[in-house]
Every structure is written in structure tokens, then in C-alpha cells.
């Protein structure tokens, strides 16, 4: 059963394939915005992965993030995403983000339990294409 207070966390090396100038998100040769967003989710997700049937999986619905400070390439960021709220099959996250140096971001971030057939089969029909 999902519930409040689940928590995990994901620790990334920042490579230069994830930088705002790469990903054309800025131009600057830091860690992207993108990127960060993407491994906060990851953290959300690994938080929720012991709890899921086979059949379930979870979406991701809205993040609003804020990147603080700026991460070098090579450096270690480190997502803690904790679960605030279950709505349903809507899941609250309070995200924090760090690297050596310190706090780098934050982000409140919702997913939603879904029947991963159901789901695939939804997205095809909507997209003109069945398997």
C-alpha cells in the first residue's frame, strides 16, 4: 500500500551530455534543468516500484521545480523524493535535490497509478497505431 512518508533516494554523476548548452536548455555548460527534473522523477518512481502490482505502473503528471544552484559536470547530485500525499491513485511528492556543495533544488511533483496495458492501449488508439 502506498502511503505517506515513503521516501527513496537517487544519486547521478552529471556528465557533460547533461548540460544546459547540450540539451538546449540555456548555454551554459551546467547541469540542465531538464536533466535535474528527470532525476527527481527517477526518485519518485524507485520510491513507489516495491509498492506496485505487476500490472500497475505510475505517470508522471506535473513537477514544479526550482533549480537553485548550478552543478558542474562530474559532479554527484543526490534526489530525495518523499511521499506527501495519496489522493487515489493521484501520489503527492515533496522532492529535495543536492550535490556536494549543497541544495541545489526542490520540486513538488504528482504521478498517477495506472494499468500499464490499459494505459499503452489508450496511447495507441489515441496516436492512430495498434500492436
Known sequence: MIIKG???QISHVVTEKETAAVVRSGSLPVL???VLSAVMEEAACKALAPFLKDE??????????MHKAP???????????????????KIS???TAADENGDIGEAD???????SRRFME????RNGSRH
Do not use: Y
Not at 500497475?56 to 521545480?65: A, C, F, P, R
Open 56 to 65: 500497475e505502473t505510475t505517470v508522471g503528471g506535473s513537477m514544479n521545480l
Open 6 to 8: 515513503i521516501t527513496a
Open 71 to 89: 552543478t558542474l559536470p562530474g559532479h554527484t547530485i543526490t534526489a530525495t523524493a518523499t511521499v506527501i500525499e495519496v489522493k487515489g491513485k
Open 93 to 95: 511528492f515533496h522532492i
Open 122 to 125: 489508450k496511447a495507441e488508439e
Open 32 to 34: 540542465a534543468t531538464p
Open 109 to 115: 511533483h504528482n504521478r498517477f497509478l495506472v494499468d
